[in-house]
């Protein structure tokens, strides 16, 4: 099937859409809309995912309704209707426990890179081909008929992630579709970029950095987190376009290690597996990519218990790794250690997997002393307090962190009860 203008396939819905239809939530939605002329149908990623046999999260509709005549067949039939994006044509729609986002169909007819004019219109091939790639443009009606104006069905069969016509004018309209071009390539193609697709985001780069941060920080995570992630990354890489979003050299190779190491995707991992070897690099990521500060203080974390494993080529003794884990806490030891098996010479993978398991399962250490045990020996309060503690600690790690109380009261009467 070739792309827009080929004209639609209207076919019986394959088997895997048939599950979509059982939704009472849907039928009740399908019921309260589709009448008297108009058309509703289920779109985009929905039926892409079904098709897949990928999990639904959510069942975007389209319909010929404007919205104001959306919200007021959804209230008269009893379902809120919430008017989250009406200059866009979007109504959201709660049936139970279930949301719907009902989006009237519409055409782009004025777009700056960033933002379109609408206008609404009521043909489903219109409303098609404006949508990003052939694989999100696929419609199907309430009675199980399937609309393919490009191309789609082939190209999910096939895992392509392709743009509907022209890449480089697609692009330019919403130079978001940069990133989503590579999102859903690393999430539902093999990886390989489309080499026409792939062509117009180098030749259109520069549209980037017109990308707000926010927006980059969660498309970039949401690339991080697909399957292919690793392999988009290194061609994205190579064509000299991931440095412009994360603002620092990156090491796609050592993303492809971590990926190895630890398959679960964990997007933050990811992100600093491609670009954090120092505290820097992660306080970077925070301004660049407008990071929260739970995520920003995760990667600084992890970068300083880096910094002490730097440069090894098997991991450190237990010892070591009870004091990793005291100092740094779990999360950022457990980073730690996985970045730094990344970044060693290949070998040693089950000492690395030790090494992991132990940080994993072993409890952090805790310092069993405090100031008001160093006041009991008599030690006056004040700074010498402070500095009596920190000797004690230090002759506690060097002890390996013992718990048993004869031991312990041994410490204490070893430390020196400072200059006071
Ligand atoms: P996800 O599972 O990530 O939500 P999705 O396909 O539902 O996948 P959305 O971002 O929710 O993706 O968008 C819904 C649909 O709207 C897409 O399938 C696509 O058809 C269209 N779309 C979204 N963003 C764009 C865009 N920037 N340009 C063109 N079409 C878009
Ligand atoms: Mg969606």
Not at 115 to 137: H, K, P, Q, W, Y
Not at 191 to 217: M, N, P, T, V, Y
Not at 341 to 356: L, N
Not at 372 to 393: F, S, T, W
Request: aromatic share 4%.
């Amino acid at each position: 099937m070739s792309q827009a203008g080929a004209g639609s396939r209207d076919i019986e819905a394959p088997e895997a859409l048939a599950a979509l239809f059982g939704d009472q939530a849907l039928i009740r939605v399908f019921a309260a809309l589709d009448q008297e002329g108009e058309e509703t149908r289920i779109v985009g990623g929905a039926l892409r995912n079904a098709l897949l046999g990928r999990p639904t999260h959510e069942i975007d509709l389209a319909t010929t309704l404007l919205p104001e005549a959306v919200m007021a067949r959804a209230n008269a039939a009893g379902l809120r209707a919430i008017p989250t994006g009406v200059a866009h044509g979007t109504v959201t729609l709660l049936a139970g426990e279930k949301t719907f986002e009902v989006t009237t169909l519409r055409e782009d007819i004025a777009t700056d890179g960033r933002r379109a004019i609408v206008l609404f219109g009521r043909s489903f091939e219109t409303d098609a081909l404006r949508r990003d790639f052939t694989i999100n443009a696929l419609s199907m009606t309430r009675d199980g008929r399937l609309f393919d104006y490009t191309g789609g069905l082939d190209d999910i069969a096939a895992r392509k992630v392709r743009f509907i016509g022209e890449p480089a004018r697609r692009i330019a309209e919403d130079y978001l579709r940069i990133l989503r071009f590579f999102r859903f390539s690393a999430d539902f193609g093999d990886g390989l970029l489309d080499s026409a697709g792939r062509i117009a985001a180098i030749r259109k780069r520069d549209g980037l950095a017109r990308l707000s941060r926010e927006r980059i920080h969660a498309e970039l995570l949401k690339l991080l987190s697909a399957r292919q992630a690793a392999t988009v990354c290194t061609e994205i890489c190579a064509d000299g376009l991931l440095h412009l979003l994360i603002a620092s050299v990156p090491n796609p190779a050592r993303l492809r290690r971590v990926v190895a190491i630890v398959p679960p995707q964990d997007p933050l991992l990811r992100l600093a597996a491609l670009c954090v070897n120092l505290p820097e690099d992660a306080a970077r990521l925070r301004e660049r990519l407008r990071l929260s500060n739970a995520e920003a203080e995760r990667l600084e974390r992890a970068a300083l218990a880096l910094v002490t494993l730097h440069g090894l080529n098997e991991p450190p003794a237990r010892g070591d790794l009870r004091g990793l884990l005291f100092r740094h806490g779990r999360q950022a030891s457990g980073d730690a250690i996985i970045l730094a098996e990344a970044d060693a010479r290949p070998g040693h993978d089950d000492e690395w997997g030790r090494a992991r398991k132990f940080l994993l399962d072993t409890e952090e250490p805790r310092l069993p002393f405090s100031g008001a045990d160093m006041i009991a020996r008599g030690i006056v309060e004040g700074r010498a307090v402070g500095e009596a503690l920190k000797e004690l600690q230090a002759r506690w790690i060097r002890a390996g962190f013992p718990t048993d109380p004869a031991r312990l009261a041994r410490l204490l009467d070893e430390t020196p009860r400072g200059t006071t």
